[in-house]
C-alpha cells in the first residue's frame, strides 16, 4: 500500500477504542451497584462464520466486562421450542442482551424469531419495536452496523449537511437503517440495490456521490473508478476472494486512489460494529432499570 493511500484509510480501531473505553466505564458503573451486564447469544446448528463472529463477540464483551451468554441448539429444534427459549431469556433478569445468530436452518422463519426478542434487550436493533424508533428518531437501540457506518463517517469531521449519499444495498439490518441514520444527519441519501444494477445505473448513481456506503455482499463489485474524486467510501462488505482472502464490496486500491477516505476490510466497518454492540447492551442494562 502506497503511503498516500495509508494517510486515507479510515481504520475503525481507533472509533472502536473509545467506544469500548466508553462501554467499560457504564459496566464498572453497574457493577459497582451489583448489576453485572450480560450478553446472551442464540446459535442453532453449526457454521463456521457464524462460530467466528461469536467468538470474537464474547472476546470483546469479556474485555468491557459484559458476561457472555451462548447457547448453542440443535439444528433440528422446532419453531415454537424456539420461540419459548427466546421468551425464557426475555423474563431473565440476569440476561440484558439478546442476539440471534444468522444463518439459521431453513425451517425457522428468522423474522418471527427476532421479533419474538423484547425490545429492550433487543441488542441489534432488529425488532419492530427499535426499528420504528429509528425511523421516528425516538429513543431505542439501533441496529450496530448501520450505526457503526455512520459514526465512521461523522469522525472524518466531513460537513455531512446535504451531502449525496448512495448507498449500495436495502437490507433491514444495514442499506434502510443506514438511510435513516445519514437522512438525520441532514444528508441526501439514494439508496440502490439489485434493479438499479440490472438497469445499468449503478454506475452514475455511485459517480455523484459525495459518501458511498457498500452494503451488497458482492466481493469489489464497485469500481474504483466510478468514484467521484474526493468522495468517503464505506465498505460493510465481508466476502471470501481470491485465496480465501477477506475482500470488500468495493475495488480497494482504485477506489482509494480516489476517495478522501476509505475503511479497509478487514479494520473497517466490523470492529465498530462488535464496539457498539457492546455500547447497546450497556445501554439496554439502563433502560432495564425501574425508574
Ligand atoms: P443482504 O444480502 O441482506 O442484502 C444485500 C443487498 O445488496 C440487497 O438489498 C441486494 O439487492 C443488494 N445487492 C446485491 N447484489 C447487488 C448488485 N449487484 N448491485 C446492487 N445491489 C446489489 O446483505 P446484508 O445487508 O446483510 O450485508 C451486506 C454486506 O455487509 C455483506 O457483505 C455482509 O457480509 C456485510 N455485513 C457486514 C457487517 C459488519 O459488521 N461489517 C454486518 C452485517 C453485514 P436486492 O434487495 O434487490 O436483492
Not at 463477540?57 to 415454537?80: C, D, P, T, W
Not at 424469531?113 to 441488542?123: E, F, G, L, R, Y
Not at 426499528?131 to 463517517?153: D, N, R, S, V
Not at 469522525?155 to 435513516?180: C, F, Q, Y
Request: include cysteine.
Amino acid at each position: 500500500m502506497t503511503g498516500d493511500i495509508a494517510s486515507k484509510l479510515l481504520k475503525g480501531k481507533p472509533l472502536a477504542d473509545r467506544i469500548l473505553a466508553d462501554a467499560s466505564r457504564g459496566v464498572q458503573e453497574l457493577k459497582a451497584r451489583g448489576i453485572h451486564p450480560c450478553l446472551c447469544s442464540i446459535e442453532v446448528g453449526f457454521d463456521p462464520a457464524s462460530r467466528y463472529y461469536l467468538e470474537n463477540q464474547r472476546r470483546i464483551a469479556e474485555r468491557v466486562g459484559i458476561k457472555y451468554e451462548s447457547r448453542q441448539l440443535n439444528e433440528n429444534i422446532y419453531q415454537e421450542d424456539m420461540l419459548k427459549i427466546i421468551e425464557e431469556i426475555n423474563l431473565d433478569p440476569y440476561i440484558h442482551g439478546l442476539i440471534i445468530n444468522l444463518p439459521l436452518p431453513q425451517h425457522l422463519k428468522v423474522s418471527e424469531m427476532q421479533w419474538k426478542i423484547s425490545s429492550a434487550k433487543d441488542v441489534e436493533g432488529v425488532t419492530p419495536h427499535n426499528m420504528g424508533a429509528l425511523f421516528l428518531g425516538a429513543q431505542g437501540l439501533k441496529p450496530c452496523t448501520a450505526l457503526a457506518i455512520t459514526e465512521l463517517i461523522k469522525s472524518t469531521g466531513a460537513d455531512l449537511n446535504g451531502k449525496e449519499v448512495v448507498i449500495i444495498g436495502r437490507s433491514n439490518i444495514v442499506g434502510k437503517p443506514v438511510s435513516i441514520l445519514l437522512l438525520a444527519e441532514n444528508t441526501t441519501p439514494t439508496i440502490c440495490h439489485s434493479y438499479t444494477s440490472r438497469m445499468g445505473k449503478l454506475e452514475s448513481h455511485v459517480a455523484r456521490a459525495d459518501i458511498v456506503v457498500a452494503a451488497l455482499g458482492v466481493p469489489e463489485f464497485v469500481k474504483g473508478s466510478w468514484i467521484k474524486e474526493g468522495a468517503i467510501v464505506i465498505d460493510a462488505g465481508i466476502n471470501e476472494g481470491e485465496n480465501g482472502k477477506m475482500v470488500g464490496d468495493v475495488e480497494f486500491e482504485a477506489a482509494a486512489a480516489r476517495a478522501s477516505y476509505i475503511t479497509p476490510v478487514p479494520g473497517g466497518v466490523g470492529s465498530v460494529t462488535t464496539a457498539l454492540l457492546m455500547k447497546n447492551t450497556v445501554d439496554a442494562v439502563y433502560m432495564q432499570q425501574p425508574g
